[in-house]
């Protein structure tokens, strides 16, 4: 069973072919991407409308990329799997319509993934693919989560952010420091030359009791230190950003220190993750799951707890098409969707929706196609 996978949902293009046929674990035979970043980087953030016209230009030519990769022929495609949200509104538009034109004009089935499942399933490409059950830490620009995933569709929401995501904590530290979009890998690199003992910032919620995370006090805590370091060297030439002050070492310094503090938090809460549940086995997702520091934190803190930890490639950390591909297909293999074409995409023939705001936990339990 050959999926299609069209991942559209913020400044990334992405499409994938993965077969997903029988039992077998599924099988990445094409991808490619096209991250928007370049563009967006002259605005400091996504532009949501010059997004959506990027995603149009790009998708067919992804598509025909990866059909020549795997070597096959549109019609050798089953079915079309494309994000349907959550993400921006006119983003998604591009991959559904595309991915129902698509369906329609194959006469193939078409199926509509949450777009934060494909980060959770993510692991299931890799080499050292998990197994159920496991806890999901879900950590990426919009989210951040902790998951119980007993199967496909099987979701407990265990605790999440009330209100920045890790992601957007890296980021807007990122911005404070003058540091370009996106923010995460840049601060990550820059603190590769800083002490991360040199500024204390809070870890937020970390001994709540729960599994909630709060990252928004740390951009505050970030300001203000970034503001008394540049006070402190103010008689200097006036400058036009708030950090220009700042020597290149305070400025690594800062970085080490706010990731110091943020996967401080994500490693403990995990941690206590695995423990309050009791499974065995860790899986990281999202695109702060590249994060160097964090994977280095979480691997020790598991292997010490004897816990299996498991991540995607790193390639498939932040988004892209295999995992709509995937999440598709394993759905399809659970049961959860139908590939009868009487039901169409998403039992509503062919005409489509998005949805910019969805939670994960609207998704499960679902019932299996055919269960009464
Ligand atoms: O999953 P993703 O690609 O997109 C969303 O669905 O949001 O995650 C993007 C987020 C951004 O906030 C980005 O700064 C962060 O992941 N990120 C990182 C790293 N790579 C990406 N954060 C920290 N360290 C990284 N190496
Ligand atoms: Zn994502």
Same mark, same amino acid.
């Given at each position: 069973?050959?999926?299609?996978?069209? %991942?559209?949902?913020?400044? %990334?293009?992405? &499409? $994938?072919l993965v077969d997903a046929s029988g039992g077998h674990t599924p099988r990445l035979l094409g991808d490619a991407l096209h991250s928007q970043i370049e563009m967006h980087r002259a605005y400091g953030g996504v532009v949501p409308e010059l997004a959506s016209r990027d995603h149009i230009r790009r998708v067919l030519p992804l598509t025909d990329a990866v059909l020549a990769q795997a070597g096959l022929p549109l019609s050798a495609v089953d079915a079309v799997a494309y994000t349907r949200g959550p993400g921006l509104a006119g983003a998604l538009l591009v991959g559904s319509g595309v991915a129902c034109a698509l369906g329609f004009a194959l006469g193939k089935p078409v199926i509509g993934v949450h777009h934060l499942e494909g980060h959770l399933l993510s692991p299931f490409l890799s080499a050292d693919p998990p197994e159920f059950p496991f806890v999901a830490l879900l950590v990426s620009g919009g989210h951040s989560q902790l998951m119980r995933v007993d199967g496909v569709g099987r979701y407990t929401l265990l605790g999440e952010t009330i209100d920045d995501a890790a992601g957007e904590a890296f980021d807007k530290s990122a911005k404070l420091l003058g540091l370009g979009y996106p923010g995460g890998p840049a601060l990550a690199r820059l603190a590769l030359q800083g002490d991360a003992q040199a500024y204390k910032f809070p870890r937020p919620l970390l001994h709540s009791g729960d599994l909630d995370f709060s990252f928004a006090g740390l951009k505050t805590a970030v300001l203000t230190q970034v503001k008394r370091l540049a006070h402190a060297s103010l008689d200097g030439p006036a400058t036009l950003h708030l950090a220009d002050p700042l020597t290149p070492q305070q400025k690594a310094d800062v970085a080490a220190s706010v990731q110091a503090a943020i996967v401080e938090v994500l490693v403990k809460k995990s941690m206590a993750a695995v423990r309050q549940t009791g499974l065995r086995r860790l899986v990281v997702a999202g695109g702060v799951g590249a994060n160097t520091l964090l994977r280095e934190q979480l691997g020790a803190a598991c292997a010490k707890a004897?816990?299996? &930890?498991?991540?995607? %490639?790193?390639?498939?950390?932040?988004?892209?098409? $295999?995992?709509?591909?995937? $999440?598709?297909?394993?759905r399809v293999q659970a049961g959860l969707v139908s590939l009868d074409l009487a039901a169409g995409a998403d039992g509503n023939g062919y005409s489509f929706d998005v949805k910019p705001r969805w939670p994960l936990s609207e998704l499960g339990p679902a019932v299996p196609v055919g269960a009464s």
């Open positions: 069973m050959l999926i299609l996978g069209i %991942e559209s949902s913020c400044d %990334e293009t992405g &499409v $994938a004897g816990i299996r &930890v498991h991540y995607p %490639e790193l390639h498939l950390c932040t988004d892209n098409g $295999a995992m709509i591909a995937l $999440a598709g297909g394993m």
